[in-house]
């Protein structure tokens, strides 16, 4: 990783955990930090996959700011908005995929009615036992 990701994101990470700072006066610094340490778009996609791990478990942080969050943190939000949507969507396909194999219906079948791979059915249907 490189120095200018870790160092930005040890930052965020310092702001954000202020206990005694106004809120007001923290989203400020998150934003002069975001602006001051400007990255690439690799990295700076990079220090979002970074924060979103590290911030498991410290989401009223997002919370607090959701109104107004600086470009980080509201990138953030939206890789575990959109992960959450993709993870709902293949939840969906499964429980369709699961209905079709208990109808009996044959891995071949299901694959071509739904176009996916019959590797994907059989990866399902072994879930299923």
Do not use: C
């Amino acid at each position: 990783m490189s120095h200018r990701i870790a160092y930005k994101r040890a930052l965020l990470r310092e702001v954000w955990l202020l206990s005694n700072g106004e809120r007001a006066e923290i989203r400020a610094l998150l934003y002069f930090i975001d602006y001051l340490l400007k990255l690439p778009k690799s990295m700076s996609e990079q220090l979002v996959r970074d924060v979103k791990d590290e911030i498991k478990g410290e989401e009223e942080i997002l919370n607090l700011y959701k109104e107004d969050l600086p470009p980080t943190l509201a990138a953030v939000l939206e890789l575990e908005r959109q992960e959450g949507f993709e993870q709902g969507i293949e939840q969906t396909i499964k429980q369709i995929i699961s209905g079709l194999i208990e109808t009996g219906a044959d891995d071949e079948w299901i694959a071509e009615a739904s176009k996916l791979p019959v590797a994907k059915i059989k990866e399902i249907r072994k879930e299923l036992k």
